[in-house]
């Protein structure tokens, strides 16, 4: 509350200066608010040694953004609160306080924010800022950040910070650059194309001291990126490359090769058809403010994921997390609108979505290890276009949709998926996989869910989903049902069960219910749950977090204004 | 604007060729350190391991502490503290032996240790909440070395005492104060274990069953946080002693037992001082 006090009276004489200087006009104050609270309950069920069960019984956390502008002026802070932190997000959370403050204005064409801020350069390989809250990610600078346009088409941004790391800062030091050009603007001859064309580059530098008794560590280590992006009226290309310098650190046991990463995107669409297709190949590219920080701290870069998300209950307990120490793969996805009035697309037409997605290891030759000088500077050797020994994760789905009458719609989707436990769970590295492929543990998985939303009477919905997930390793086969009745546009009814009946362990072949009640009114939202929660990794573009079993009661509340 | 454009390049000119360092030579030539000034007090690092024996990454950390001690010898003391996840620490057929400890427990909660490998090093940079006290083993050797080369704020002296007929071991530490302190200093006098022929699962996921478990954490005879040992404010040369009295349990090899003690601040939790003495010379 000390820290808080000086804050908000800085906002309100900022406000009260800049009210003088605008002549009566007071700007704007908007807010937002979030608690999220479980009461746990021990289940010796699913946590025999109650290693899980917190002594606090209870656990809760929140946060509240305030937000003031006026004109080209703008300021903000946000306070969390983490008392406990709740099971399956990050520990280094546990405590209170004020992590985002920051103010911003716009003057001569250049855009000041000096501060905290969120940021992104091109697809994020280079630099990504950014909070996810439900996976408890937030790597926000603090510092300074400098956008300026001197022409039309050009836009250069600067900045110089450091990240968070939950209530604390990482060691180290960015420093970035970066410019876009938009060629339709910048020359008058392409202003009426109807295709855009943009390019851009970009450059980071971090500094993290170093005084390592065996290594020769750099202490200013770059990375460079160039990008172009291409939209026409039915079809866009866009890429990026990334080079970075020598960055020994945790994530590749300190060796010093150079990293590189390459992505691809396509899109194509037309009436009734939209094709995607992403490439990537990624080669050592964990890029930290702090050379040994682990799981989700520090990092300046973001590896996009080329696999699809599955919002679904029981594919989504096998999600695909990206691989920054290397991987290689691609996504095809196709979306097909059958006509309405024909054979199979019936009085309402229908919705066909094919997706496939791989990932696999880069190749890979390990030094000999006594070839030491080779295994510390390069680790390994590689060819660009030979497919990696090491499968990660492979993903077929198939998804129907179709609209019946006007009260009915029903979705039946397919998944076939492949999913390699050692590298997604365990952490275990390609070398001895490669040498040994039976160490690698692969789960085999096929699922099917039919969905039905029907229209009870005005605004009157249930939504039904039917879940059958089949595999012989891992937890074995699992069943769901889930039951949605909703009544616009204030309640919410959910209930819902999981039952792991191919579970090998005997013990383990139990249910997961889950039900909670909803109430909206307004822009605020009220829910209450009460459910048994499987272990699970929760992933949110393909950043992945580890969720340990829990029963409780939960509560939520957020609100804006 | 054109003066604008201009500092602007040459911002983006500085940062783009300042700020990297290639490097062509990444080992260290010489490696060891000269020998150290006997008449001067050397600030000891103690080295938190939290470790499992079904921890795949775990014996790199080990590694990593006995690269260390290559170097520095006993001026770096290891402590492998066994505790975390049961899917790390729990036992089954592949992997009998129960390494964990009600006191390794109490530290591991205490520092609220996120993930193995994971390990403090002299517990620097503890605030109370945040991660910044937790080291990733790839870190030790740089905190290592600078701790090494700091000046000592405490001269530890321990004489060791084993009554083998009774398993006791009796503790004599005196801490003189080489700075005035402000805050109080607690010890800790714990007993480890080395030489522990133990399966453990290795980083290609292989079992060995021959693994060699080295300065295991067995017990703290003091309470597993420390004991009052000094209460502030704290002059320069003042010197404090206490005698702590443990038993070495039957199922622990003497021989193999080392008896660690240190000192640290209590309220930063900072390690101040460390020593590190064979139960049995």
Redesign the interface.
Known sequence: MKKLLPLISFLLLTSAAFAQETKANYGELHGNFQFDGQYYLRDTKIDS?G?FYPDERFLGQGYANLIYSNGNFRAGIRYENYQNVMLGF???Y??EGITYRYIQWSKDGLDITAGNFYEQFGSGMALRAYEERRLGYDNMFDGVRLI?S?LKGLK?K?IIGKQR????KSPGIV?A?DATFTLNDLFKGMGNSATQYSFGGS?V?K?QT?????????????LGALRFDIVGKKWGLNAEYVSK??D???DN??I?RKGQALLVNMTYTTKGFGALIALKRVDNMSFRSD?????I?GLINYVPATTKVHTYALPSLYPYATQLNGEMGGQAEFNINVPRGSAVGGKYGADITLNYAISTSIYKEYYDKTD??NT??YGYQTEWFKIGQVPYFQDFNVKWNQKMNKNFTMTFTYFNIQYNQ?VLE????D??QI??PS?SKMVYVNTGVAEFLTKIKPKHYLRTELQAQFTKQDRGNMAMILLEYSISPHWFFTIQDIYNYGNPDEDLKIHYPLGSIIYSTGTTRFQVSYGRQQRGIFCVGGVCRVVPPSNGVSISITSTF | MKTFIKFFSIIILLVSFAACDVIDNPLKEGGTRPPVDSTVVVRKVIIEDFTGHRCKNCPYAAEKIHELQDVYGKNVIGIAIHEGPSNFTGTNADYPTDFTTDDGKTIYDFFKIPALPMGMVSRIDYTGTGTSHLKTYSGWPAISAGLLDSVAHIKLEALVGYESSTRTVTVDVAATALIDFSDDLKVVVMILESGIVSPQLMPDDTRNANYIHQHVLRKAFTQAMGDELALSPILTGAIHTKQIIGTVDAAWVADNCDIVVFVYNDRTKEILQAEQLALIP
Do not use: C, M
């Not at chain 1, 170093?210 to 770059?222: E, I, K, R, T």
């Not at chain 1, 050379?291 to 799981?295: H, I, Q, V």
């Open positions: 040694t290693e990050p520990q280094g546990k405590g300026y001197p250069l600067g790391i939950y209530f604390q420093r650059i450059f530098s500094f170093a005084n390592d008794p065996f290594l020769n560590l750099p202490q200013n280590v770059g310098a020598n020994p650190s945790a046991h300190d010093f050379r040994n920080a682990s799981t701290e030491t000088l510390i500077k050692s365990d952490g275990l590295g070398e001895p040498a040994n160490a």
